[in-house]
């Protein structure tokens, strides 16, 4: 018996499926952003920070690297009330994709901050710069530049998985695609209708996150 497709049957929750895509892009560009930031930080602190700070981020990037990113968001989630600490289903989600890509992003971008000259260091030094100073105006950005493309496939990666946030009621496009199941117990259809969403959100971000590259270096598109 041949299989009788009904997308039909999704119309009606048109809007559910609208609401899922924006919160897909809400937690994408919220802990995409914050995730990158925190991963400068943390290569900082690795590269070129105190050596007292060096052991707590090597213990923090190798225990998120080596877990799970739904055992992850269980222990913000579920786990951290018992502290005291009560988040809501999106803000633990964006707290997990932040610590996640935190800890990818530091060691991304940290192979770009150990790939720059030690001459760059010593011209920040020699214009009386501190560390800091040297790292944010002399280091960062040719570093940022080498590793744009690895940091933009990881900004696509944690973007596929915010759909595990669905298990904990965030209600992304993973949401809406089971809920609507649940509902009308077309599957296939509602499935193959996430799949082109998400696809199409990566094409996107992907174009977006090379623009971006352009704007923030541009002497890589002259060098092209």
């Not at 991963?39 to 700070?53: E, T």
């Not at 590793?147 to 965030?170: E, H, K, R, T």
């Amino acid at each position: 018996m041949a299989y009788t497709f009904d997308y039909g049957a999704i119309v009606p929750y048109t809007p559910l499926i609208a609401k899922g895509v924006g919160i897909t892009v809400e937690l994408t560009v919220v802990g995409g952003v914050l995730g990158v930031l925190f991963g400068i930080v943390c290569a900082w602190a690795r590269s070129l920070g105190p050596k007292w700070l060096r052991p707590p981020v090597v213990l923090y990037v190798e225990l998120i690297r080596n877990t799970p990113f739904l055992i992850q968001l269980f222990f913000i989630f579920f786990g951290l009330p018992s502290l005291g600490v009560s988040l809501t289903e999106m803000q633990a989600a964006i707290f997990a994709m932040v610590i996640n890509l935190g800890a990818y992003g530091c060691e991304i971008i940290r192979a770009g901050i150990e790939a720059t000259p030690r001459g760059q260091f010593e011209a920040g030094a020699s214009l009386a710069m501190t560390r800091i100073q040297t790292f944010r105006h002399v280091v960062l950005v040719p570093a940022l530049q080498r590793i744009w493309p690895a940091l933009s496939s990881q900004i696509v990666i944690v973007m596929f998985g915010s759909a595990v946030c669905s298990q904990i009621a965030v209600e992304d496009i993973t949401f809406a695609a089971q809920f609507i199941q649940s509902r009308t117990f077309r599957a296939f259809e509602v499935y193959i209708l996430a799949t082109i969403l998400y696809l199409v959100l990566a094409l996107v971000l992907r174009q977006v996150m090379r623009a971006l590259g352009t704007l923030l270096f541009p002497r890589r598109r002259a060098a092209r």
